[in-house]
């Protein structure tokens, strides 16, 4: 079992940067792969980026390419999503996932065992 707490949303202007973190506690959380998602209020979830377990593969979805970067600590089992020069469509609920697959695919939803429960990210001026 694995459980995942995601935390620093928050309100911000265009432009600005939030780092978000999530934290994983259970049976070695390093073995996992590790994504983020999000989900604004009345569109489907987005793949938003992964990394593999090893944290040698990244990915992203090309509407953050060059914006977000994802990251993992797995001495702190913890991962983490910099978000720079973010627009008002980047509002949406972010959560983190994590897959025994270890390797990341386009989108790691339907291979995702855990999920957090999210945070709340808001873009506005």
């Known amino acids: 079992q694995l459980q995942l707490v995601e935390s620093g949303g928050g309100l911000v202007q265009p432009g600005d940067s939030l780092t978000l973190s999530c934290a994983a506690s259970?049976?070695?959380?390093?073995?996992?792969?590790l994504a983020w998602f999000r989900q604004a209020p009345g569109k489907q979830r987005e793949a938003v980026s992964c990394i593999s377990a090893s944290g040698a593969s990244t990915n992203y979805a090309d509407s953050v390419k060059g914006r977000f970067t994802i990251s993992r600590d797995n001495a702190k089992n913890t991962g983490y999503l910099q978000m720079n020069s973010l627009k008002p469509e980047d509002t949406a609920v972010y959560y983190c996932?994590?897959?025994?697959?270890?390797?990341?695919?386009?989108?790691?939803?339907?291979?995702?065992?855990?999920w957090g429960q999210g945070t709340q990210v808001t873009v506005s001026s």
């Open positions: 259970g049976s070695s959380p390093e073995y996992y792969a």
């Open positions: 996932a994590a897959s025994t697959f270890r390797l990341c695919v386009p989108d790691m939803g339907p291979l995702a065992d855990y």
